[in-house]
């Protein structure tokens, strides 16, 4: 175990949100380009290496009262690589609240990475039990801002590793790592293998997204509407767009076909004229189409990757009245899509009038939500992107076409004397709330997924 000192830090180790979203089963999707373990990330100083316990060797446990303390022990028989790590159980206490601390000396506003390994037996809820965070401390002790939660985890073998890139707030010289464990009276978590080290500050994860405002009027087929708008593709790429996002059943609006009679495979034709596009211009483009397969007849919304494959798809899972009667199958799942740039998800139009779409996805690591839309209530679509602190772009024919920031706000706009909106976004910028912090970590630790939502 190591701990150099540059000023204070204090490491929690808890069991209540590292595991995401469970409302849609135990959502454990692959690492995303957000994972620092896929980024290129230069160490300047080791501040803390703790594994292989052979004794707590300065951390403590903590609790607000002695009453719900979890039991707390070094288990020798348990460990990432080798025997030996902090664990913690609810001891058949259901309101046993505590974790594991230990304090590191940073400098303000320095750029820190945390990671860590945990498992769990007998724990129904993970992201709800087992949780991490670090409490920024002045020199006095006193928080500075609000604990950054570390909603991210990764598949690690058993284990799950957490793993996330963090600046120091300014004013904060200790950072308390808090590991813990919460409201589970018959399981555990054991916590091994931790470092903090201060970082080079990475480059900033810019993408670049356009997107596009075009209603197609007078054509009779899908052909004519997809060359209609491959015109407008051509004048965004010129602006070289890492993504480019188009709107919903493009090849059916303006025609006289049918939801039925406008669908066809994917891959087929019209993905094939889109995926030219893409490949020439080097660019991701997300397409609101309608699919065939076999009986079947979706809304689908897919995802053609710089070299003009179809490299995901999402199929519509709320559907509204008129668009059963067409014919219309529902989808079943939120699919995330990991790019160059970041994980991205999709949802489409009448989606947005429902709070889960956005939040799996979220919960599921999506960095970007690309929204298909022909039109709909523009207060639920900010909201979608206010309440799980993300980005979302829309594409329609009678709404504001545009990029949404996490605080709910356009941030470039698109219609038809300027139909193509073309903004830079950072993954990594914060948009935290000046009481509660960022809370695009916080709300997935908090969120109680435990609790039934369906009558």
Not at 43 to 60: A, I
Not at 128 to 141: E, K, N, P, Y
């Amino acid at each position: 175990m190591k701990c150099n000192g540059i000023s204070k830090v204090i490491i929690t180790m808890g069991l209540c949100g590292l595991a995401f979203a469970q409302a849609a089963g135990d959502l454990t999707a692959p690492p995303a380009a957000a994972d620092p373990a896929a980024r290129e990330i230069r160490e300047y100083q080791r501040l803390l290496d703790d594994g292989d316990f052979k004794s707590t060797d300065g951390w403590q446990l903590r609790a607000v009262r002695d009453e719900i303390r979890p039991r707390s022990w070094l288990d020798e028989a348990v460990g990432h690589r080798r025997p030996g790590a902090l664990a913690l159980s609810g001891n058949g206490n259901a309101a046993a609240a505590g974790y594991w601390e230990k304090e590191v000396a940073v400098e303000t506003a320095a750029v820190y990475r945390i990671t860590t390994f945990y498992r769990h037996r007998g724990v129904a809820y993970p992201r709800q039990t087992v949780h991490a965070r670090i409490d920024w401390r002045d020199a006095a002790g006193k928080r500075m801002g609000q604990p950054d939660y570390i909603a991210e985890s990764y598949p690690a073998g058993e284990w799950r590793r957490v793993d996330r890139v963090l600046r120091a707030p300014k004013g904060a010289v200790k950072a308390r790592i808090q590991l813990g464990y919460q409201w589970c009276a018959a399981g555990s978590v054991w916590w091994d293998d931790i470092r903090f080290s201060r970082i080079v500050p990475p480059p900033a994860r810019i993408v670049r997204i356009a997107t596009i405002y075009h209603r197609p009027r007078g054509y009779k087929t899908a052909a004519e509407n997809v060359e209609s708008f491959a015109r407008l593709i051509e004048q965004a790429a010129a602006q070289h767009p890492d993504i480019i996002c188009l709107p919903e059943a493009m090849t059916l609006v303006g025609t006289n076909l049918s939801y039925v009679t406008a669908a066809e495979v994917i891959p087929g034709p019209s993905t094939q004229r889109l995926g030219q596009l893409a490949r020439q211009h080097r660019t991701y483009i997300v397409a609101g189409l309608l699919e065939r397969d076999g009986t079947a007849v979706y809304n689908t919304s897919v995802l053609i990757d710089r070299e003009g494959q179809v490299s995901g798809k999402y199929r519509k899972v709320y559907l509204p009245r008129e668009e059963v009667e067409g014919g219309i199958t529902p989808g079943n799942d939120y699919p995330v899509f990991d790019t160059d740039f970041g994980r991205v998800g999709m949802m489409i139009c009448y989606d947005s009038f429902f709070v889960d779409p956005a939040r799996v996805l979220a919960a599921k690591g999506a960095e970007l939500i690309l929204m298909p839309i022909w039109g709909g209530d523009e207060l639920l679509v900010r909201s979608r992107a206010l309440e799980n602190h993300i980005t979302l772009v829309t594409s329609s024919y009678d709404m504001r076409t545009g990029i949404i920031n996490p605080r709910g706000e356009f941030i470039a706009t698109g219609n038809k004397d300027h139909p193509i909106a073309v903004t830079e976004i950072d993954l990594d910028q914060t948009f935290p709330d000046i009481w509660l912090g960022d809370m695009r970590g916080r709300f997935h630790a908090e969120r109680r997924s435990d609790l039934p939502g369906e009558p």
